[in-house]
């Protein structure tokens, strides 16, 4: 059986690393080039509005501002269907620009949007997620005009909608996916335990033979 010196250790343990950091770089590498050629941008335009209603101090009632503000609440669910109900984005549909009318079907549009809605507020934010910012700020846009000039149209009685804030290209966020990040560090660990097996098995290989060969 061969006795290794420390001199043979040390030799043998940094091959083993140059041999995992190499790969490692490798599988980093590669698998950065795979998330390059898999990444898209997509944008999200969003808009609040906040549907309330108008009530006059003369009015004799017992806290009819409270009363009515309760009813809004429990109204807000219906008004985030309302926004994305087909009738309401076919007529949000029209109000696109030409260009972008011509890339995005009302069908788009309807998987475009979304609504969101928190409990205690009167509060409605809508959104509109596509591949280019000014697609997403036109339609999240057209959303809420259509929805400010139409709900009573939809659900009568219903509160105004009050629109919190203009279109504006700060409203829109962008996603790129997926993350070269995370691929690159899954590629780095995956290239670096092959590395270590791959070390493994040659230690393993050559003690056998180096051992078969004493006897």
Not at 32 to 53: C, D, M, N
Not at 165 to 170: F, L, Q, T, V
């Amino acid at each position: 059986m061969k006795q290794y010196t420390p001199a043979n250790l040390v030799k043998t343990f940094w091959k083993s690393i140059i041999c995992i950091f190499i790969l490692a770089i490798i599988g980093g590498g590669c698998m950065g080039i795979v998330a390059k050629h898999k990444q898209s941008t997509t944008y999200t335009s969003t808009q609040s509005v906040l549907i309330s209603h108008n009530i006059e101090q003369d009015i004799n009632n017992s806290n009819p501002q409270d009363s009515l503000t309760i009813a809004d609440m429990n109204m807000m669910k219906t008004y985030a269907q309302i926004a994305e109900s087909p009738n309401l984005i076919t007529t949000a549909h029209k109000q696109l620009p030409s260009k972008i009318k011509k890339q995005y079907s009302i069908n788009s549009m309807m998987d475009a949007i979304n609504t969101k809605t928190r409990d205690q507020s009167l509060v409605l934010t809508i959104s509109a997620k596509s591949s280019d910012k000014q697609s997403s700020m036109e339609m999240s846009n057209a959303v809420v005009n259509t929805l400010q000039k139409d709900l009573s149209k939809y659900q009568p009685g219903a509160g105004e909608v009050h629109v919190l804030a203009k279109k504006s290209m700060h409203n829109v966020t962008s996603e790129t996916t997926p993350h070269l990040k995370k691929y690159v560090a899954v590629g780095v660990a995956l290239g670096g335990m092959i590395g270590i097996i791959i070390s493994f098995v040659e230690i393993t290989l050559k003690d056998l033979m180096n051992r078969s060969r004493n006897n």
